[in-house]
């Protein structure tokens, strides 16, 4: 049950827009309600049903107050130091209209928040980790910038210092907003330092216009991680058909987003842009892409997964349908081309990634092969773990396998096999994760990868990674979900458990305790203990 006080509409309406969607475990079936056609999306407004009838409803201030306090403790085992720390804060949100948010937090906390999964680079460009954040992801949709491969918002900067250490946050205000023609988001955070206090901003303007397209507008301002000043502007255009050629659609993005910033060793705004355009029909599905990012764009509050390049993409996918058999439902064929130049048009690399079978069964499981080839012409000295690679050519396939059960069934299986052809260094991964489900209250996980790259000019590199998760929920309102992690590259072990108790609907308490262990000559020694105690309340008027 959903209380209307906890939801934003419009008094005087008697007509909402809505979809639903059902998903049929025991047969993968997924039903939608509205729009159920290939090529369109359900979360999309503009393809919802309507629902009539509405009489009598009744709005309240919508005003939530949620006030919490804290307790943590700390006994760091490298150091011999210990502490115990109490603290409180306030969060707000209030429904100016309904459909206008805006949320403020005090003091905020993130104590709460899931542990991430370890991630390991096999390539010599960045990446990037989810948000998990509950403040950030309300409304996250609404920041959304369309570029490829880089992102002039990165929230997960936000609250982290330069070396991954956490700062406090003393004050977040954001306020969304969804009106018939326009959209809008605004966001100010003030974070602590060491070098003292730091502003950063970013809002974001859509214009919805006739023809079903969008015209945008994102800036931001400041830096999260040092108190050197830059701003970020960029503009988009997007547009979708969905009744192109019948029941077809057609989707053309346009992008552009120029950054300048005090650390720069040369002045001036730097620009990148790019357009796709994407043509989805019931069974064949067309992209054509094309983007460049000049070298050393670095906006300040986003994430640039590399820089220095053109980058030319085309793909595509012919999904055929199979209702004459009965043991399956679709089959996928995929080609990915990706080019990538420097700015000068010098070929940096290339793939082909061709998936010349995978299929859907009518059970739900899923199985295929994946075929790719790979060049890379690094014009510098690059690491891969602790393994350092000099400049040149690289030059090979790989191969890989894989098998997906359908999460219906109470073992849950995801197998893949990967075997490198050359490409850096020959090698192979194995991936094995099975998820145990024997009532719907209760899951336990494991998970088990071998990485093995036989080096040319270095030692043999062999990764192995172990993982285990569970989740009980004794009811609807009360879960304790455990992750643990492992692996020999850093031989350390990590145990996350987190239990959450929403004791009233919006009213939640947390206990979480994070472990970390070190493997030694004598086992595994425990080096940092963490726990938290989050209790939150909620008032609503």
Known sequence: MIPFKSISFDEDSS???????????????VQDWANARSGVDPANPAQAGTITGLKNLKQSLGLDVLPFVTGTYTDDRTTGNDEFKTDGGLDLRYRINAKTTAYLSINTDFADVEADVRQFNFTRFNQSFPEKRDFFLEDAGMFHFPSDGLSPYYSRKIGLSESGEIVPIHFAAKITSNQKNYNYGLMDVLIDSPEGERNVFVGRVRKNLENGSTIGLLSTFGDPRSNEDGY????????INGEFMGDKSLGTKVWALGTANEAQTDSGTKISYGAETIFKGRELTLVGAYSEV?????????????????????????????????????????????????TGNTLSD????????????????????????????????????????????????????FFNSHSKRKVVSRLSYLYNDGFLAPGHRYEVALD???MKELMIGVGYSSTILNWDHAPKTELNVVSGTSRINFNLDLSINNLLQYDNFSKSLGINSRLQWEYKPGARFYFVVNQTYLEQRTGLTLQGLGTAVKLGGIFRF
């Open 15 to 29: 007509t909402w827009g809505i979809n639903l969607r059902r998903v049929l475990k025991k047969n993968g079936e």
């Open 232 to 239: 970020s502007v960029g503009a988009d255009y997007q547009f």
């Open 294 to 342: 000049p070298e050393n764009f670095n906006p300040l509050l986003g994430y640039v997964m590399r820089d220095d390049y053109r980058k030319y993409r085309f793909a595509a996918s012919y999904v055929p349908r199979y209702q004459e058999t009965e043991w399956l439902n679709v089959s996928i064929h995929d080609y990915d081309l990706e080019i990538f130049t420097d």
């Open 350 to 401: 290339i793939t082909h990634t061709i998936t010349p079978i995978e299929f859907i069964l009518e059970s739900g499981d899923n199985l295929g092969y994946e075929i790719a080839h790979k060049l890379d012409r690094p014009t510098e000295t690059f690491s891969i773990f602790d393994t350092s690679l000099p400049a040149g050519e690289y030059d090979g396939f790989y191969h890989r396998f």
């Open 436 to 438: 145990y489900l024997p």
